[in-house]
Each structure stands twice: as structure tokens, then as C-alpha cells.
């Protein structure tokens, strides 16, 4: 019983905590609601790049520990569903990014001719991107190798977790509102469209009124083994799960503004994912009534991939 620890939540954050927690010897259960393939985290991108998330000070290192993960398994990407990929990154400038920049040592300004149509400026590198339906899968086998174990459990409190063990790693992203509760946690809506690759080998990343993807907003194009993702969207306070045919033909021209080669590239999918943002991720520890330890590690919004080891590591070690 000691040596027992419940993760509440069954996405990217929370598997890697889980598989974090296993590796060093504790008996890990995982309670999620849904399964891996249905979570928010399914829908990702998934690029490395910290987005939209703070605090600076922290998601720094956090970003830095999980980069060296991912270079690490990428070597064999057909297991983990991590390549290293290069790309473009529009309007950013490298004085503006965090120490995880010095591991890539080919970042760099991109020259007038590698620049997509309508853009001015970009960063040009490689970096992780992930199969995010192959990664879940990857990290619940490790989870099981280490001799952890994934339950379909709903939720309706904290104290049920602590009820069988001593230890609660609180992952629950948008469910944490309730379980807490925290109503600082707000859904963070993106919409993203599937379709087949007419080969696009690079990821391109180009921000709302930086002369490229147009003032309406964000265009990103990731090739996936699965088809190429194209986006997005992010609408904050927004719960609607349902894809809205608007938004994604407007997904669909901005891309292709970029890369004209996309019109007329056959859909295969669409997706609507919430991202569980917050103004700071969260990641302390705390006590349950009854005395058993709790550590939160949730709120990292768009940017849960991009931080999910650095963060692990942390929750492991609050987890005492």
C-alpha cells in the first residue's frame, strides 16, 4: 500500500507521469475516464514548441528535460511515434525563446527563398513531432512493462483515489474544474483538419497577421504518418466538441495559402480537441482529508506534449 500511487487522468501528462512514477519502483494505477485514443491528447498536433503556457521561469526547464526525451525516442520512431523534423516557425524571433534552444544546435533564421508565400520572417529547424495516437500507445506499453496498470474509471472526487492509495497524482486537464475544484481551468477549443498528403515532408507553424496564414489565424500544416494535420484554432471558453464546416474550410484556405499545392487534397478527417488551459500550469503538492498526499500537475493547455517529461519528473519527485 506504501508503495502505491493513483494517477487520475489518462492523457499525454498523465501516462508520462504514470510511466515517470513506475520506472522508480512505485505500483502505479492510472484511473481514466476515457481511453488514450479518445483523450484531448489524441487530437494533438503534436509539435514541440512551448505555446501559450507560463510560467516562463518553469516551463523552461520543463521544456528542456522533455526535449532530450523525445530526441532520445525518436531513434526508433516506428515504436514511440516521435520523429525529429524540420520545419518553419513564422514571426519568432530566437532572443525570445527559453534555454531548450541551445539542443538545437540547426536552429536558425530562415533565408528569403525557404519562406512560404507571404511571410516575412521565420526560424527554420528540426524538432520533435509526434504520432500522437502512437505515443499513447507507446507510453501505456512502457506504463505495463514497468508493471503499472491503466483502469476505465470515472472520477466524481479526489478523495475515492485516496481511498485506496496514499499517493494521488491529480492529471485530470479540464476535469480538475471539478475535482478540486479550480474554476481558473478554462477549455481552450481547437479544430484541426485531416487530409491526404499530396507530400508535404516539412511542418510549417505560421501565427495570425504575421503576413503569412492570414490576420484571421493560426495556419499549421504537420505531416503525420496517418495524413497531413492542418490547423487550428484556439478559441478560449469554447466546449464545443463538434466540428464546425466553416472554420474548417477557413483551416483548409489558410493552409493552402501557404502551400498551394493543398487545394483540392482529399479530407480523411476532422477533429475537435479542448485544450486544459489555466494562467499557470500547476505543479505542487498538497494533502487529501485523511492525509493522503496529493500533487497536481495540470493546466498546461496547448503545450502538455511539450513540457509532459519535464513536468512527470517533478510530480514524481512531489510525490515523495
Not at 520512431?77 to 519568432?92: D, I, K, Y
Not at 511571410?119 to 495516437?133: K, S
Not at 496498470?149 to 476535469?175: D, H, I, Q
Request: net charge neutral; glycine share 14%; aromatic share 4%.
Amino acid at each position: 500500500m506504501s508503495e502505491t500511487v493513483i494517477v487520475v487522468g489518462g492523457g499525454v501528462v498523465g501516462l508520462t507521469s504514470a510511466v515517470v512514477l513506475a520506472e522508480r519502483g512505485r505500483r502505479v494505477r492510472v484511473w481514466s475516464r476515457d481511453a488514450a485514443e479518445r483523450t484531448t491528447s489524441a487530437v494533438a498536433g503534436a509539435l514541440f514548441w512551448p505555446y501559450r503556457i507560463e510560467p516562463a521561469e518553469r516551463v523552461g526547464p520543463w521544456s528542456l528535460r522533455s526535449l532530450r526525451e523525445y530526441v532520445a525516442l525518436a531513434r526508433d520512431p516506428e515504436a514511440t511515434g516521435v520523429r525529429v523534423v524540420a520545419g518553419l516557425m513564422t514571426g519568432t524571433a530566437p532572443a525570445g525563446l527559453g534555454s531548450w534552444v541551445r539542443e538545437l544546435p540547426e536552429l536558425r533564421e530562415a533565408r528569403p527563398g525557404e519562406l512560404p508565400a507571404g511571410c516575412g520572417q521565420a526560424l527554420r529547424g528540426r524538432v520533435p513531432l509526434i504520432d500522437m495516437p502512437a505515443h499513447l500507445r507507446y507510453l501505456e506499453g512502457r506504463l505495463h512493462a514497468a508493471g503499472g496498470s491503466v483502469e476505465p474509471r470515472t472520477v466524481g472526487a479526489l478523495e475515492e483515489a485516496a481511498a485506496e492509495a496514499p499517493v494521488v497524482v491529480n492529471c485530470s486537464g479540464l476535469g480538475a474544474r471539478e475535482l478540486v475544484p479550480d474554476a481558473s481551468v478554462f477549455p481552450v477549443r481547437g479544430q484541426l483538419v485531416v487530409v491526404e498528403n499530396p507530400g508535404i515532408e516539412e511542418w510549417l507553424v505560421s501565427k495570425g497577421g504575421d503576413g503569412g496564414g492570414g490576420a484571421a489565424g493560426l495556419a499549421y500544416l504537420f505531416p503525420q504518418p496517418f495524413g497531413l494535420v492542418l490547423g487550428g484554432t484556439a478559441e478560449d471558453h469554447s466546449w464545443d466538441l463538434r466540428p464546425d464546416p466553416a472554420t474548417a474550410a477557413a483551416i483548409v484556405e489558410r493552409c493552402a495559402v501557404l502551400r498551394p499545392e493543398l487545394r483540392g487534397a482529399r479530407v480523411l478527417a476532422h477533429r475537435v480537441g479542448l485544450r486544459p488551459a489555466r494562467a499557470r500550469v500547476r505543479v505542487e503538492a498538497g494533502q487529501l482529508p485523511g492525509g493522503a498526499r496529493l500533487v497536481h500537475n495540470y493546466g498546461h493547455g496547448g503545450a502538455g506534449v511539450t513540457v509532459a517529461w519535464g513536468c512527470a519528473e517533478e510530480a514524481a519527485r512531489l510525490a515523495g
